[in-house]
């Protein structure tokens, strides 16, 4: 059974701050995913990576970066937050031939 | 540029009510489409729709894929409150490890 965790469930930083949000898989899966879900717009990429140390800009990178370091692991660095990145944000992976995204559980950042 | 469209946006029903629920896209060498279900945390996959395989179903939960009409949907049957969430409808493209998805349905069923 497949399971993606994220580091945290909630999350309250102050404008300006840098922001770590941690995502771990434990299936040996070679693609991971960032998306940020905001209501009415839905879940937008914001970087995803296919394999340690590839990284590629989705749809929304501004104000973003990323680092995989391992293959289990792929975090999103918000280098200095700010309050339009309040949001929920879904880490989730896929075996590099299979359709099915697995996510994790989502982290709820407030910027205050 | 891709897109993925969902209706209704919204939806309120009441149990043993039958829902269909739409999702059309415009993807350029369209691969596959997925439907997941989201409660109160991360989406739960429910169903892959690809070229070779353009109906699924499971217990009250059916899917068809339209290629013609570049569309999906998902109907649920005699609904229960336990169906209240946000189904998302994604699609993915060939050549690509991107999945664009649409800005879901919310699904409510009263009892």
């Known amino acids: 059974d497949v399971k993606v965790t994220q580091s945290s469930r909630y999350l309250v930083k102050r404008t300006g701050e840098k922001v770590f949000l941690e995502c771990v898989q434990d299936m040996d899966h070679e693609n991971m995913f960032w998306y940020r879900q905001d209501p009415g717009l839905g879940l937008r990429l914001i970087y995803f990576?296919?394999?340690?140390?590839?990284?590629e800009k989705g749809d929304i990178p501004e104000g973003y970066s990323v680092s995989r370091e391992k293959k289990e692991r792929f975090s999103l660095i918000l280098e200095s937050a700010s309050t339009n990145q309040t949001s929920m944000y879904l880490c989730?992976?896929?075996?590099?031939?299979?359709?099915?995204?697995?996510f994790g559980p989502g982290t709820r950042l407030t910027v205050t | 540029e891709d897109k993925v469209v969902q209706s209704p946006l919204s939806l309120v029903v009441h149990e043993g009510d039958t829902v269909t629920l739409n999702c059309s896209y415009e993807?350029?060498?369209?691969?596959?489409l997925l439907w997941y279900k989201q409660e109160k945390k991360a989406p739960t996959f429910l169903f892959m729709l690809?070229?070779?395989?353009i109906e699924k179903k499971s217990g009250r939960l059916s899917s068809i894929l339209d290629k013609k009409e570049l569309s999906s949907i998902l109907n649920i049957t005699a609904t229960q409150t336990g169906d209240s969430a946000i189904y998302l409808c994604?699609?993915?493209?060939?050549?690509?490890?991107?999945?664009?998805f649409g800005t879901g349905t919310r699904l409510k069923v009263l009892a």
């Open positions: 690809t070229s070779s395989g």
């Open positions: 993807v350029t060498n369209f691969r596959s």
């Open positions: 994604a699609v993915q493209a060939s050549g690509t490890y991107k999945y664009i």
């Open positions: 990576s296919y394999d340690v140390k590839m990284k």
């Open positions: 989730a992976s896929t075996e590099s031939r299979s359709y099915e995204q697995y």
